[in-house]
């Protein structure tokens, strides 16, 4: 049972009942306790606790919401908030309440993603909410919400130590980005800040996949990854703000291909975590998929840099579970058997995963990683006139490019035209000798990535690039190096929204600045996906 009391045009105030479970299906929402106590997705919020902002949506499962089994608020103290929230209204009171919320619209980090993927929000028939606003849901028991049950919740409730290194592992679909949530979940309700280590580049919690990352929280996690937007810094510490992230880029999404380029940053990431975990702050780190082959190899080489103190383990009873891992730590990784060692053997926790049917609404990764892209290119779609912000103009000869081997330089252009492309730091001196665009010939694992970039166009004539981008000016100076990467231009199929390339200036001497035909085949496909 609960009850809702309109508290202004905007927000609602909801009574809910003591020891019930309820779930949330919602965009775009701010929440605050008034009074009482309540879990959402493992994390404990009350009146001491700051406001969250939360979004359910339907492309992944709802967010599971519990008042717990503290003590009964009083009729009296109810009134008192209501009050004190400003209800002025006479109002009723429900039986054994257990928490009191304030539930009221965020600002907008789904807006895009949701005109574009309508399948993110419809309607509903099949069953009624106890609250229905039109950006909030909430629905009795925990149908179509991931349950955490005492096979994972006491695992993570033995992470105790304020510096533990927690290697979350499993094969895909297992549940890894589910229970690493809702360890930090957890871990912030002990500690102000957690670590946390991206180390799947497929499918990435907090940025664009393709990146390995190192990032600190301050907050509970508690929106589907495409709505979480980092913000990338060139020197991470623990002073740094909520969502501050510290990135290498590997450019793809499997590390099949890039395997040793994929370890070279996985190590730089690891040994940064490691010297900021040594300070009392406890790292959690997203293990990839790939559980079979190479993949057994790269985890074994992986936890000997990393070192844990504990192992999440979850096996399915499957021939996609790794192997034993005190055994996998023996195993020969990619790399040579003398580089890492492993001093101290970790505490080993297999759990069950997950082995149930997906609840999203049938998602596929690639949209996944689209919705991601999405989010992260958001800012530069201006929400007033329906239309692009105006693109940087960046002079060839004040950066230089990294493409894909076996591409030759007069080529350059027509690769990194209409491509996203990493920001990354530094300054290398070893550039092919060529009047066009300056190539780097050498590697670059240790260039630190600032963010994404789109191409829209190059201006052959000029020597000028032309890119789109989130990134702010001042970080935008320390870049020196754009490094093209596979993942796709974010396409935006709503009304007289352009893609992010196209403009009405044309102009034949500039890549990509001309109005482009779109064929009709293509239409169909996003048509269809969304």
């Known amino acids: 049972m609960a009850i809702s009391i309109p508290v202004t045009a905007n927000s609602v105030a909801i009574q809910l009942q003591h020891s019930t479970h309820y779930n949330i299906r919602c965009y775009d929402t701010l929440l605050r306790v008034l009074a009482g106590q309540c879990h959402i997705n493992g994390h404990k919020l009350d009146k001491t606790s700051s406001s969250v902002t939360i979004n359910s949506l339907d492309s992944h499962s709802r967010l599971s919401f519990n008042t717990g089994n503290v003590a009964i608020i009083s009729a009296a103290r109810v009134k008192e908030c209501l009050v004190e929230a400003g209800v002025e209204d006479d109002f009723e009171i429900i039986g054994n309440i257990g928490a009191v919320i304030l539930i009221s619209p965020s600002d907008s980090s789904s807006s895009l993603a949701r005109s574009t993927y309508k399948r993110l929000w419809t309607p509903i028939s099949e069953e009624e909410p106890l609250v229905k ?117 590997v450019g793809v999404v499997s590390p099949s291909q890039v395997m040793n380029e994929y370890l070279e940053r996985i190590k730089l990431v690891v040994d940064k975590a490691k010297s900021l975990n040594i300070g009392g702050v406890p790292l959690v780190v997203n293990f990839m998929g790939w559980t079979k082959g190479f993949g057994v190899g790269l985890h074994a080489d992986i ?46 926790l297999n759990i069950p995963g ?127 190096v754009f490094k093209h990467t596979v993942l796709p231009v974010p396409h935006v199929p709503s009304g007289s929204l352009p893609m992010p390339y196209v403009s009405n200036l044309a102009a034949s001497e500039i890549l990509g600045m001309g109005s482009r035909s779109q064929r009709a085949n293509l239409k169909r496909r996003y048509r269809a996906v969304s």
């Open 133 to 249: 606003l039109e950006h909030f849901q909430l629905f009795s028991g925990l149908n179509k919400s991931v349950c955490i049950s005492g096979e994972w919740s006491d695992p993570v409730k033995s992470l105790t130590s304020p510096d533990c290194r927690v290697a979350v592992c499993g094969p895909q679909n297992s549940g890894k980005s589910t229970l690493c949530r809702y360890a930090v979940n957890k871990l912030l309700e002990r500690h102000k800040t957690v670590l946390f280590l991206e180390g799947d580049i497929g499918q990435s919690e907090l940025t664009p996949s393709g990146l390995v990352t190192l990032s600190v929280l301050r907050e509970p996690l508690l929106n589907p990854p495409f709505c979480n937007r980092s913000k990338f810094v060139s020197d991470l510490s623990l002073s740094s703000e909520h969502l501050s992230a510290e990135s290498y880029c």
């Open 303 to 348: 936890l000997r840099m990393l070192e844990p103190t504990h192992v999440l383990n979850l096996q399915t009873n499957s021939p996609k579970d790794l192997p034993p891992i005190l055994e996998l730590l023996e195993i020969p990784g990619i790399l040579p058997e003398t580089e890492n060692k492993i001093q101290t053997k970790p505490k080993i």
């Open 354 to 480: 997950y082995t149930g049917h997906s609840t999203s609404a049938g998602f596929q990764a690639f949209e996944l990683r689209h919705l991601a892209l999405l989010n992260y290119f958001s800012p530069i779609y201006s929400k007033n006139n329906n239309s692009i912000v105006p693109p940087y103009k960046i002079r060839w000869n004040d950066v230089s490019v990294i493409i894909p081997d076996g591409i030759e330089e007069k080529l350059a252009a027509y690769t990194l035209n209409c491509s996203v492309v990493a920001l990354l730091t530094g300054h290398s001196t070893k550039i092919s000798d060529s009047e066009n665009i300056r190539i780097i010939e050498e590697d670059a694992s240790h260039m630190k990535c600032l963010g994404l970039a789109i191409i829209r166009a190059i201006d052959i004539k000029e020597k000028v690039f032309y890119i789109n981008t989130p990134v702010d000016k001042s970080s935008l100076d320390q870049v020196y």
